[in-house]
């Protein structure tokens, strides 16, 4: 019985997380497109925030060439 119960358990857990008992998305066609349309666009910003977390998008100070350091 204990057996029984822990796969049900485990059955219910699993088709939650996969999506199957609650839908993600909106039935109405509109809303669905909608829907996935703002998805897809913040997928889209995830490079940017890396970029900017890890300063990626700074502009180099390291300069190819030599400087004179002084006031010209």
């Keep these: 019985m204990r057996k029984l119960v822990c796969v049900a358990l ?8 996969v999506g199957c008992v609650i839908p993600m998305y909106s ?5 669905r497109t909608r829907q996935m349309i703002y998805q897809s666009e913040n997928l ?3 490079n940017d925030i890396w970029e900017r ?7 180099d100070t390291a300069t190819p ?3 004179h350091g002084g006031v010209i």
Excluded at 10 to 17: I, P, W
Excluded at 53 to 59: I, T
Aim: no cysteine; hydrophobic share 60%; charged share 15%.
């Design 10 to 17: 485990l059955l219910v857990t699993a088709a939650v997380q």
């Design 27 to 31: 039935s109405d066609p509109v809303v």
């Design 44 to 46: 889209r910003q995830i």
């Design 53 to 59: 977390l890890w300063f990626l998008d700074m502009p």
């Design 65 to 67: 060439f030599r400087t």
